[in-house]
């Protein structure tokens, strides 16, 4: 997995006051932990945009102070309810052989013959899933192949687990399937009603014809009597 180096500087005061300033001055404040104990520090707000602000996943390198080098993930992120600006973030330090949790993107490819030539829909239930795994072994993303799904075949985690990291989903969640559009739906419907219409009045015009065409003209017995 690609990772996203951001070079941080400890914090002396944790005070909502320092806090603050922080974020006036355009700056994040943040939290490692992981550790012995949690490490706070901040880095420049701008640092986060290609870790944040993307589809995809990835690892962080955090420079601290320019010294110490340590591989972490992002464990939580809260941002402003009205600005959408980062207001602070918790990183969780990654160790070679600690497995650790993270949110992997969704990666649909290919084209499907139940949408291409059969009018139905791709349904994307899932757009992220969580894995846990090594972190060597974190993929930058899980891959859907659509190519071979006809109307009303699905992808489900069983199809693309791999051994190298475990779903934290049960295998039966579907994660994208085709449906039959509305459009079709209702021109499918339509259809059905206009024949079942057009069987009912054939069924009358048959029925009228017997009684009509079928019945035998009756024979005047008096006059056959007379002859």
């Known amino acids: 997995m690609k990772s996203i180096t951001i070079n941080g500087s400890k914090r002396e005061s944790v005070g909502k006051s320092s806090t603050k300033a922080l ?6 404040p943040c939290v490692l932990y992981g550790g012995e104990k949690p490490v706070h520090f901040s880095a420049d707000e701008i640092s986060f945009s290609k870790l944040v602000y993307t589809p995809n996943a990835h690892t962080v390198v955090i420079y601290m ?10 464990q939580d992120i809260q941002f402003h309810p009205v600005s959408e600006k980062i207001l602070h973030i918790d990183f969780l330090q990654l160790y070679e052989g600690k497995e650790v949790t993270m949110t992997i993107p969704v990666r649909f490819e290919g084209n499907a013959p139940g949408v291409r ?13 969580s894995v846990r795994a090594l972190p060597k072994d974190l993929p930058d993303y899980i891959l859907a192949d659509i ?5 009303n075949d699905k992808i489900t985690i069983a199809d693309v687990s791999e051994e190298t990291f475990k ?3 049960p295998d039966n ?4 399937q085709v449906k039959m559009s ?4 209702s021109l499918e419907t339509g259809e059905e009603d206009e024949e079942g219409e057009e069987g009912t009045e054939g069924s009358e015009a048959g029925e009228n014809s017997t009684i009509e065409g079928g019945e035998t003209p009756k024979t005047d017995e008096n006059s056959e009597a007379k002859e």
């Open 23 to 28: 974020r006036n001055a355009g700056k994040v």
């Open 65 to 74: 102070d320019n010294k110490s080098e340590i591989n972490a993930v992002i």
């Open 117 to 129: 030539n059969q009018g139905g829909n791709l349904s994307k239930n899932k757009r992220k899933l």
């Open 147 to 151: 190519s071979s799904l006809n109307l």
């Open 167 to 169: 779903f934290l989903h």
């Open 173 to 176: 969640m579907v994660i994208c």
């Open 182 to 185: 509305r459009a079709s739906l």
